[in-house]
């Protein structure tokens, strides 16, 4: 790596300061390394070999001053893939010539070296597994090659399959190479934004890394808002950029732009790599910081001439990431002070968010509420850690969550706060939030607990073991006749789910419920379903009102809350799991951000389904400025002309020729008699995606609702209408 000219930020050491994230290395409650029992890390990255033979065990990682860096003990050595199939010792001595890389003795290297697209559906889980091995490519032990080409190696030997992007000047010397990767499927996409969002959406559905590419300058800048929606919502992907060569780095050269300057807020970590021999090196990094502990995007800027020039290419290769070492075994004193606290509550309640999910820990959240019989609320990036169908679930809290969930934390005596970081949209004025709650938080970033709501008993680790040491030391508790009777509090959450259930009114003038659509779709597609929402009302009622059971079936942009998410994330998670149905559920003011993806479907047979619920307007806006800016809709009107009862508009576009021009079957559906007919018409239609243009009435609005800023005890389950709480104990 070289210094950067002209007083941008310079590519600085192999870890530039730390981020909060990068603090979990430092947290008090460490007790040491991963055990043997303990979950793969997110994403499919090899180790880096027995710590005891290969390079690993030499490099600076073993060394650091905690003694146990990632090469020795971090998750990438301790995972299956350290004893499973995937031993890459023999898969390193098969030369990258010798053909498929599946061929060779590397394990399980068969299955993934098939191209994505030729993978019989049948062969893939509708539902994604995303606790399988890591995928390892065989190839030689050591080639000379050029950078680019050891770039495209080292992502073999990640075991990257899908790559979507768009190549360039500064990115074409790894495009040459990339034509040659048997492993590899590159996705030509329309937009670099859809390639950063399908690589969210494959690594959301899949667990896996997902994989985006850009040239320099535009390139680069059109991956920012992926970028930035993938940190927020804690979403394990890796984006390589090319970069001019490095005499011209700082000279404002041609589609020059300082992408590692410019993302470093909005990134877990990323690279400069102004040399061929550091390449294949960052790229091993690079998957293993984006995958291991909290989950979050990692850019690799690589400079074109460093692509070029003539290195050694070997595998495995030891990590320069001194002071990265994630924290995931929780401190077993504050588990049982956890434990201690749940044997004494009387009105406790699961507070549960999207980590829950990353940990693979569903499993054993259920075991923990069936346990304790506590409630449980799922958040918007937690829908499907538990299933909505479970007597214990209370549903979504928040700002348009249910009246049990909210009133549930407002009521409680005690959160037992899981992979969840008190986000402004759940609690609402934070300082009336759960008032007579006592606070235990476990989060594997320790940059989470007590940043936004103090934490009594904070426990910093992985959700899978911390959940499963508190089982065990809840069980302890119960058998020294330590269970308390939550009955009283079941009867009180109950009585709200009855009295305030999630419901809709059916227009007056006999036009479509846009949540009765959405409804349908999941009755219809069922819960194997992955479903992945835009942003807005349209966003909102597919969280409220479709069920889902399973894990890693509801996709959507929580943090950032990016329009324009929905078509190009349906794209990477349909690549990443290609039996399964995906529907996006979009709004008519997202889909026209990112719809030329659809071109993209089209070609690569990637046959997503899109629900586009209409309503002529940029709805969430308009219902804003309908109960806050006494109903002057300013600029909210996607549809200007006449709007009679039937809110069909002008048609600027006509969403069904649009799809037809994209090589899609497109449908429009605008009466209720309908709705099951089309959506069980695009079920049927497997060989191309398909667009359904629901014309749904434009003044629905998403109740319950919290307004910004207020309290949550405030929420209202429809206009002007607040619960009564009953008379809950404070
Ligand atoms: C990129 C981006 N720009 C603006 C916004 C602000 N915003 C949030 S929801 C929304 C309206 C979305 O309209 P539509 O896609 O039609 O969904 P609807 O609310 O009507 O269901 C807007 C403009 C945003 N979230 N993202
Ligand atoms: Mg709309």
Redesign the pocket.
Known sequence: MTEQMSGRKGPGPAIPAPSPRDLAARSPHREGGRTAAEPPPAAGFPPPGPASSGPASSGPTSSGPAGNGPASSGPASSGPTSSGPAGNGPASTVPASSGPAGNGPAGNAAASTVPASTVPASTVSAVAAPAEPPRVHAGPATVRATGAQALVYALERVGADVVFGIPGGAILPAYDPLLDSKAIRHILVRHEQGAGHAATGYAQATGRVGVCMATSGPGATNLVTPIADAYMDSVPIVAITGQVSTGLIGTDGFQEADISGITLPITKHNFLVTKAGDIARTIGEAFHVASTGRPGPVLVDVAKDAMQAMTEFSWPVPFELPGYHPVTRPHARQVREAARLIGEARRPVLYVGGGVIKARASAQLRELAELTGIPVVTTLMARGAFPDKHPRHLGMPGMHGTVAAVGALQKADLLIALGTRFDDRVTGKLDTFAPGAQIVHADIDPAEISKNRRADVPIVGDCREVIADLIAAIRAEHEQGQRPDLGAWHAQVDSWRTTYPLGYDSPADGSLAPQYVIERIGKIAGPEALYVA?????QMWAAQFIDYEHPRTWINSGGL????FAVPAAMGAKVGCPAATVWAID????FQ?TNQELATCALEGIAIKVAV?N?G?????RQWQTLFYNERYSNTDLHPGDQPSRPTGTRIPDFVKLAEAYGCEGIRCEEPGDVDRVIERAMAIDDRPVVVDFVVHKDAMVWPMVAAGTSNNDIKFARGLAPDWGGAEE
């Open positions: 835009g942003v807005g009302q349209h809350g990016t329009m324009g709004g008519d003011g997202c951000m619920i309503n307007s940029l709805g969430m806006v």
